[in-house]
Structures are given as C-alpha cells and as structure tokens.
C-alpha cells in the first residue's frame, strides 16, 4: 500500500530550464510534507518541506506546491543547476503516523549540460 | 560540528552471520530513527528509539531484527542469522525533538550497505 507515490523514476532537464518533480500522497492525514535529495553513496539531505495549512513554500532556487484536494505535491527548481543532479525524495508525515516519515520511491533528475 | 555517523559504511556477511550496524546521532540530537531502503525504492520505516527506549517498531520485522540506544554509545541495528532479503542499504537519522516538524528536520547518516552472500 504506497501511501507516497513518485511515478516518474527519471526526469531529464536541460540546464538552466525549470525542473519539475511531482509527488501524490493517499492519506490524508498527512499534515507535513518534505522533500530530500540524495547524491550516490550518501544519506538523504533535506531540502525544503511545506505544512499542509500552506499552499507554497519558497527557499531560493526551489519552490514546493501542495494541493491538498487533489493530494498532490510538486517541488519546482529554477533554474536547473548540473549540481541539481540526485535522486528526489517526496516524504509524508502525518497526525496518525507516529512521528514516522512515509517516502515515495524517488525521482532520478538529470541536469543535461 | 560532526554529522550523523554511521559504521561501517560497507558490511558483507554470508547467510546466517549476524549483521551490527552502528549510529551516533548529531550532537544534542537524542532522537534516532532506522530506515531501510531496498534497490529502486523509496526509504522505509523501521524503527525509532530515545535514549534507553524503542518509541516505535511497527516497521521492523518482528524475528531476527533489534534495536537499541543506549543512555552511552550509538545507536545499535542488529540483525541475527541474516539472508540475501537483508542485503539493502540501512539508514539512520537523528532530530533533536521527535518528528519532522519545522525546524525538526531528521538528518541522515550516509549508510550502510549490507551485503549478504
């Protein structure tokens, strides 16, 4: 029961263009949303998240939207750097998940020179 | 200001040896987490422990897998009689309160990747 879904495995971006990952969740009990990047061989990094009373949240190069009635999440990166280049995580935490955090498969993002 | 650690970084065990994997949260952080992530999949649950008590297990297999966080030392994963479904890349990370709320994030240890023939 995926209660995260990332359904793209792979986004290719040109450089400098916008890079868009998307992420739907099922649950609706989920009241907190964050995004994590993940270089090879490393642990997952934090990036930026967003509260479900909120609709978007901004930090630099990288926005995150939420539509809570169509249960679904987009994190936007303008403009796509090379070092952008990871694996995207979409993870969900909930009122009824006991502080645990519910993660989607990933997207892999490449940044084309 | 060091990070979340974890060791080792690589394990290699043949079926049914015993697996320890090791973490020492960020400073000031005594709140430790335990994910398992398997080829092309997303992270997945296992446990989260304070100091000296298992918080929540639901997501850790029920026989062979135990978790620990003593009041001194790391934060220890162990796996008994292991086999090949083990092999997977184990992650481990710490908040200073328990969650992911703002200013909660949960930092990552860069893993361990367990091998088993």
């Known amino acids: 029961d995926q209660q995260v879904k990332q359904n793209s495995p792979s986004l290719s971006v040109q450089e400098g263009r916008i890079s868009i990952l998307n992420c739907d969740y099922t649950?609706?009990?989920?009241?907190?949303f964050l995004w994590y990047k993940k270089y090879p061989a490393e642990g997952p990094t934090f990036l930026i998240s967003i509260s479900s009373i909120k609709d978007k949240n901004e930090d630099g190069r990288f926005t995150v939207f939420l539509n809570k009635s169509a249960k679904h999440l987009s994190l936007h990166i303008v403009p796509s750097q090379p070092g952008d280049s990871a694996v995207y995580f979409c993870?969900?935490?909930?009122?009824?998940?006991?502080?645990?955090?519910?993660w989607g498969a990933g997207t892999k993002l490449i940044i084309k020179p | 200001n060091a990070g979340v650690m974890q060791n080792p970084r690589h394990l290699v065990r043949r079926r049914g040896q015993e697996a320890r994997l090791r973490c020492s949260p960020m400073k000031g952080h005594s709140h430790v987490y335990w994910y398992r992530q398997l080829p092309e999949e997303g992270l997945k649950f296992m446990v989260y422990?304070?100091?000296?008590?298992?918080?929540?297990e639901s997501g850790m297999p029920k026989e062979r897998f135990s978790a620990e966080f003593p009041k001194e030392g790391p934060s220890i994963l162990r796996i008994q009689q292991v086999v090949r479904g083990d092999s997977a890349a184990y992650f481990c990370?710490?908040?200073?309160?328990?969650?992911?709320?703002?200013?909660?994030?949960?930092?990552f240890g860069p893993g361990t990747r367990l091998t088993v023939l």
């Open positions: 422990l304070q100091k000296e008590n298992i918080i929540d």
């Open positions: 993870a969900a935490e909930g009122m009824d998940s006991n502080y645990q955090l519910i």
């Open positions: 990370a710490s908040s200073p309160q328990p969650g992911a709320g703002f200013y909660n994030e949960q930092f």
């Open positions: 649950n609706s009990m989920f009241d907190y």
